[in-house]
Structure formats: structure tokens, C-alpha cells
DNA sequence: AACCCGTACAACCGCCTGCTT
DNA sequence: CAAGCAGGCGGTTGTACGGGT
């Protein structure tokens, strides 16, 4: 079927926002709400294509954003988080309040993928401030730093299949079914499995879906979508994929598990406690 | 001062999914 | 069920900027 593109493209502004621009942009969805992008521009006012109207106001005038400085800690975790979901950088976005998928992605492809590469190359970490100590983690060498990141590189598609070594099949396919034990196509997993024991496994499965009940309710708890605030504590991480839970119960998780103070990781987040829960995960999978 | 080159990042593009009609 | 639409996502491009020569 044919498409009609978002807006045409003759007469309207492109390139570099200006400041009137935003302003009028922010006016307008202050006034009227989020949404309807596709008119937007005409009912705002505006010379732009509803779609820039949408990347703009997410990307740089919502409120909460935060820009530049990115922090060593947000850049572990980003590296960290992108070596357990691969490009997904709206899912690692989710993770870092404040930040958005396209500053993640540019600051990734800028510098953090050349600083893994680096590392898969010779050990010794370089990091673009030098100046500074890196935490305690950073400094003890931890498993997944001196492995190659499996850097998993899509074209806009969603993550669907995972290619997982026949250990893990069990343990995941008994998720997978669990979750989608209405939906059919997990069933791929079964003849698929019974066809071919010997090789690497290519289940069909939404990742969410595995990480959803066990896994990622570990991911959401300790790195909560943007402006949630998770009444759990890390320490309930007991991860059905991992007999030694030893990685995660460090002395601050413990921490949060002694207080009744809610999880908050724009507070006092312990990155590096998450860091080796991430390691342990990224180990596994 | 002029030029070149590498880097950073804002913005665009095409494709996808989910929902509605 | 198919068509159409809206919104979201990740890859790529364009350009401003700073440092080196």
C-alpha cells in the first residue's frame, strides 16, 4: 500500500532549529499537548515536518532533559547496557533518566564504540578523562571488560531472535514458553531445537518477553524507566539464570534492603553495583 | 591567516509496529 | 482482513567547530 509522507516537503525549514522555533514548538504543546505531529506544524505555525517537530521537542526541549556531560558512570552503564541489548537505544535511554536514544547513540558511536574496540584490542582501559579516578570496579578488571563486546548491529528492525548457545536453550525457552504459551511461534523453539542440537540456537522470541518476568523486572528495578520511581530493592535480584547471586549482593545493595527508602537512581545510584549485576547478566547471556 | 582534518552532534530518512477504520 | 495512519526506532548524513600545520 502506498504511504504518504509524513508532510511535504516543499516550503518547509530544515536543519538547525532556531530559537523562535522552539519557542513556538514548546508554546504549542505546552498549550495543546503531545501528539498529533502530523499537524502540529501547520496548526503551530510552523514551516517543519511534524516528524522534526517530534525529535525536537523529545530530543532537546522536554522538560528533564539533560544535555552534554555525560558522566563515567552513565557511560559504564551505557557500555554495559549496550553490550546486554545490543543498538537498542531507546531501551538503554529508558535506563539513564534525562538522557535521550539519540544523544546515547551519538555519544556511543562517537566514543564509547571506538573505547570497546580499543579494549577488545589491548586490555588497558582508556578513558576520555584521564584526570579523573575510575571507580573501584573499573579499576578491578572485571570478566565481560577483557572479552570482545558482541556488539549487535540491526537496521531498524526489532529484536526478535537471539542466537543463544544450546546451554541456555533450556533455561530460555522454558521463559519463553511460559510467557508465551498463547503464541504459537515460540513453538519454533521445540522443532527447531529437535532438528538441530548441535548448533548455536535462533529462537523466535521477543527479548522483552524474556527479560520481562525475571530478568529485565531486575533490569527495570535497577534502572528504571524515566520517571519511575521502583518501590523494590536490588537485592531482590535473585536471578533465575544465576545460582551465584554473589555479584550482586555488595555491601550497598544490602544498603538499600536495611532502609525503606525507595529505589532512586538519580539520588544515590550505585553504578557500580549494577555494573556487576550487568557483568553477571552479560556473562550469562 | 588560511587551509585541512577529525570530531561531535543535531537532524533527517526509511522502515517498522500497533492501532484504527 | 486490508488499507491507512500515527508514532517510534535505529542508521546515516550534514555541518559546525576546534586543533594542528
Known amino acids: ?4 509522507p509524513c508532510c511535504a516537503k516543499e516550503g518547509l525549514n530544515r536543519g538547525i532549529w532556531t530559537a523562535g522555533e522552539d519557542k513556538i514548538l514548546v508554546d504549542y504543546i505546552q498549550a495543546h499537548g503531545e501528539g498529533k505531529w502530523r499537524d502540529l506544524p501547520q496548526q503551530a505555525g510552523l514551516k517543519r515536518c511534524g516528524k522534526s517537530c517530534r525529535l525536537r521537542w523529545l530530543n532537546y526541549l522536554r522538560p528533564g532533559i539533560k544535555r552534554g556531560n555525560i558522566s563515567m558512570d552513565e557511560e559504564e552503564l551505557i557500555i ?3 553490550n546486554l541489548l545490543g543498538n537498542r537505544w531507546s531501551l538503554i535511554a529508558g535506563r539513564l533518566p534525562g538522557r535521550t536514544d539519540n544523544e546515547i547513540k551519538n555519544h556511543w558511536n562517537t566514543n564509547l564504540s571506538k573505547r570497546v574496540q580499543d579494549q577488545t584490542h589491548q586490555n588497558p582501559v582508556k578513558w576520555s578523562n584521564e584526570s579523573e579516578p575510575r571507580s573501584e570496579l573499573s579499576k578491578e578488571e572485571s570478566p565481560s571488560r577483557s572479552e570482545p563486546h ?4 540491526t ?5 526478535t531472535r537471539v542466537i543463544l548457545p544450546p546451554p541456555l536453550i533450556d533455561q530460555v525457552a522454558g521463559k519463553a514458553t511460559s510467557v508465551h504459551n498463547s503464541n504459537s511461534e515460540t513453538s519454533s523453539y521445540s522443532s527447531t531445537r529437535q ?4 548448533s548455536d540456537f535462533l529462537a523466535d522470541f521477543n527479548i522483552d518477553d524474556l527479560l520481562i518476568p525475571d530478568e529485565a523486572q ?3 528495578s535497577c534502572f528504571p524507566l524515566e520517571g519511575e520511581k521502583v518501590d523494590c530493592y536490588p537485592s531482590d535480584l535473585t536471578l533465575s539464570m544465576h545460582d551465584d547471586a554473589e555479584g550482586i549482593r555488595s555491601e550497598g545493595l544490602e544498603r538499600w534492603r536495611d532502609t525503606d527508602e525507595p529505589f532512586q537512581p538519580n539520588a544515590s545510584f550505585d553504578f ?6 550487568l557483568d553477571s547478566d552479560v556473562d550469562t547471556i
Open 80 to 82: 554495559r547496557l549496550h
Open 272 to 277: 557500580n553495583s549494577l555494573a556487576s549485576f
Open 1 to 4: 500500500m502506498g504511504r504518504r
Open 150 to 153: 558482541p556488539v549487535i548491529r
Open 195 to 198: 532438528s538441530d542440537l548441535s
Open 155 to 159: 537496521k531498524a528492525v526489532r529484536c
Open 218 to 220: 531486575n533490569l527495570d
